[in-house]
Every structure is written in structure tokens, then in C-alpha cells.
């Protein structure tokens, strides 16, 4: 029996595809309705490690994709006693869902608590900070903050 090396590859390379989509839909739960409507159970999500350029503990989520909603962008943000820079390339809301979210803007502290929302436009250079452990639902326009734009 002759061993056919390109379709045993590609044969593995569609499985572990398949198995790392289902592993990526399986890190938290969502129901999608035929409608579009999306319901997605916070408390699931399991945050990744965020590289934010200097040593801060942050992970995030984003829990939909530009398919779902290519206009809005939404997540989960976790900081834990961390602070570091960042320029926002587009708008962002935030909902603190537990602890303190501080966003420092030109040394002033504007402090998130549970409950909160907070506002961070577009184009402005800010501090997340959190003295403490943060969790935080964020909402962006365009839903690919990743890649836009000042």
C-alpha cells in the first residue's frame, strides 16, 4: 500500500482547523438567533493574554467577529494591577462589570466602578489602569479597532 504524503497532510490540516474553530467558539458561550440576534454569557468568557507592548497583566476577548457585526466591535477587557499606554484609533465604550477601571488622561484619573460606563474617543492617547482586578465589556467603532485608523 502506497503512503500519500500530500493527502495525509491535507487531511490533518482539516482536522486540526475544524478542532482550533471549535476550540475558539467552545472559550465561551453564544447563541446566535437566524435573526442575527446574539446573546453571549459574560460570565463564560475566558480572556486571553493581551500584549500590550510593556509588562502589565491584561487579557481580553473579543467575543464577536466582523462577520457577526462588521460596524461594532465588542469584548472583554481584564487588567489586573496594571497600568499601561495606549492611542485609541477609534471610539470605544466601556461597562465596568467588576472592580475599578481608571483611564488616565493627561495625569488626570477618571475613575470606572462597577456599573459604569466610560467613553474614550477617537484619537485620544490614555492610561487603563486598574489598582486592583478590572473587568470591563467594551463596545468600538469600527468593529476592526485592531486596524483602524487616526
Known amino acids: 500500500m ?3 504524503r500530500e493527502l ?10 475544524e478542532g482550533a474553530e471549535k476550540n475558539e467558539e467552545a472559550v465561551f458561550e453564544k447563541r446566535t438567533d437566524p435573526s442575527g440576534v446574539i446573546c453571549i454569557k459574560t460570565e463564560t468568557v475566558k480572556c486571553q493574554p493581551f500584549d500590550v507592548g510593556v509588562p502589565a497583566k491584561v487579557r481580553l476577548m473579543d467575543v464577536v467577529t466582523l462577520e457577526e457585526s462588521p460596524r461594532l466591535g465588542c469584548g472583554i477587557l481584564e487588567i489586573d494591577h ?7 484609533t477609534y471610539d470605544e465604550f466601556y461597562y465596568v462589570v467588576d472592580g475599578v477601571l481608571d483611564i488616565i488622561v493627561e495625569g488626570r484619573h477618571n475613575l470606572g466602578y462597577k ?9 485620544t492617547s490614555i492610561c487603563f489602569s486598574s489598582p486592583e482586578t478590572c473587568r470591563a465589556v467594551y463596545y468600538t467603532y469600527p468593529a476592526d479597532w485592531a ?4
Open 2 to 4: 502506497e503512503v500519500n
Open 8 to 17: 495525509i497532510y491535507r487531511i490533518v490540516k482539516e482536522v486540526l482547523e
Open 82 to 88: 496594571s497600568t499601561y499606554p495606549w492611542t485609541l
Open 115 to 123: 456599573g459604569d460606563i466610560m467613553h474614550i474617543p477617537k484619537g
Open 147 to 150: 486596524n483602524a485608523e487616526l
